[in-house]
């Protein structure tokens, strides 16, 4: 497929289709009862790599003006990402659209024996557990490390310690330094970049498999519930965040599969899940309303969840997740 745009980091023309998710809405604007009667504007969401410089992306760039009109993401559950780094600017980097003109910034403002750091959704965690629901318009790169390393140099940088992190269904913590740094750069650096040559970072054949194991989670996904609906039971949804949104347009979950989701932000209560338009509650509805199945969209946070509601499992109720294959616990 040809695309007619160029890479977010190096300018590259080169770009690979990897997974077409359709025409989206925006993960994160919940609706209220009055936007129920409106269409909403879809976007396309494609998902793409630069062989040049191995970034993975998606092409479309929303307007800022649009994204964050109805922008709901003042999300409580951030607190667990908190570092004591010298310059901490968690999760920016993937969603800011000058990507290059940020990093320019950031070399500027950098003292000669400064480091910052950044962290990262890391795009091989995101491959090969399928992932595909942190796809989404806000968030345009998808890291690897050999990607990070292009573009720092772009901009007189150079990468000092690189660390990988299980948090958000896996990530990279990694610090720069100005390129002429007396600091000297750790084994792990190189030790990744070469782990990620070894699988293939920057060759499409690596994500060649990903849109067909994408397609069957969401077959397994849509049998799994369509058969617990024809049983009779009733299933809820846990997380109204953007990967649920995600997860729920692109397997047409409608109000018939899933009654309701909830959330712990009172913000997005009372509101509904944008494209699906499901009903957003508290999550004590379901204590009060007893679905026999909750699907577990915020996975990321899936053990704190299941603690949460250690009242609701013991009287039956069971969860639902949906990746890197549908399992019931
Ligand atoms: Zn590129």
Redesign the pocket.
Known sequence: MELNMR??????QR?GLILSLGRMPLANSYLTSEQLSRPERLYPLDFVL??????VQITETVPPEILFREHLHFSSDSDARRTHAPTAADNVLAHVADLNGFVRGVALRLMDEGVVQFEVPYVKDLIDHVEFDTIHHEHLCYFSLT?LD?LSHRHGLRLLDVERLPIHGGSLRVQFVRAASHQRTRESVPTLLREETAWGVGRQEFYDSFARRVEQLRARLCLLLTDLRRKGKRIAAYGAAAKGSTLLNFCSLSRNTIEFVVDRNPHKQGRYMPGVRIPILAPDQLLAQMPDYTLLLTWNFGDEILAQQAAYRQRGGKFITPVPEPTIA
Do not use: E, V
């Open positions: 890479c977010r980091s190096c300018d590259g770009l630069c062989p040049d410089c191995t970034l990607a292009r």
